[in-house]
T-cell receptor, first 113, second 112 residues
Framework: GEDVEQSLFLSVREGDSSVINCTYTDSSSTYLYWYKQEPGAGLQLLTYIFSNMDMKQDQRLTVLLNKKDKHLSLRIADTQTGDSAIYFCAERGLTGGGNKLTFGTGTQLKVEL | DAGITQSPRHKVTETGTPVTLRCHQTENHRYMYWYRQDPGHGLRLIHYSYGVKDTDKGEVSDGYSVSRSKTEDFLLTLESATSSQTSVYFC???????????FGPGTRLLVL
């Protein structure tokens, strides 16, 4: 099946930029997503990018997509303690049906003072 | 936030007992999904529905069944719960285009 991989942990200082990386294998991916999960909560959709784009910016968030290398990244500028959470990358491919998403295992972001 | 609720939010049950989790939406979205979240695995799709009475299996469907008799409700049933089904279960919904999925708050299930 399709696979999405992320590093498990990232630690940054408050005010620095965070970059969370993701790689995927599905060459038919149409949309790629970033979700945020705070402790004890559900997943919150942060942003997504269509596969024919290479960059999307939304306030402090910048998504970069390298379709050739199947690499997606999420940059958070001026990282704050409230950004501490688990970040999930997900991709939606054309294989199968039902608009299904394949998720990575999540990256735990810890923001230190 | 999308109008998605899950019930119960927490449940403790014993091995071998049946368990039903409910997902309710107020968005009139066509697609509904059940995922489980386990450490080291991210979220894995159990079953999904693409309309009333229309359901299909996901990657980890063994031991689970679903039903959707109304647009707004999607039920997940563990016919005979096992300890390996201890997990956090999330429901999600998406509109017909399926461009984005929105998640409910989750149900923590502990099978003793």
């Amino acid at each position: 099946g399709e696979d999405v991989e992320q590093s498990l942990f990232l630690s940054v200082r408050e005010g620095d930029s965070s970059v969370i990386n993701c790689t995927y294998t599905d060459s038919s991916s149409t949309y790629l997503y970033w979700y945020k999960q705070e402790p004890g909560a559900g997943l919150q959709l942060l942003t997504y990018i269509f596969s024919n784009m290479d960059m999307k910016q939304d306030q402090r968030l910048t998504v970069l997509l390298n379709k050739k290398d199947k690499h997606l990244s999420l940059r958070i500028a001026d990282t704050q303690t409230g950004d501490s959470a688990i970040y999930f990358c997900a991709e939606r491919g054309l294989t199968g049906g039902g608009n299904k998403l394949t998720f990575g295992t999540g990256t735990q972001l810890k923001v230190e003072l | 936030d999308a109008g998605i609720t899950q019930s119960p939010r927490h449940k403790v049950t014993e091995t071998g007992t049946p368990v039903t989790l409910r997902c309710h939406q107020t968005e009139n979205h066509r697609y509904m999904y059940w995922y489980r979240q386990d450490p080291g695995h991210g979220l894995r799709l159990i079953h999904y529905s693409y309309g009333v009475k229309d359901t299909d299996k996901g990657e980890v469907s063994d031991g689970y069944s679903v039903s959707r008799s109304k647009t707004e409700d999607f039920l997940l049933t563990l016919e005979s719960a096992t300890s390996s089904q201890t997990s956090v279960y999330f429901c999600a919904i998406s509109e017909s285009s399926g461009q984005t999925q929105y998640f409910g708050p989750g149900t923590r299930l502990l099978v003793l």
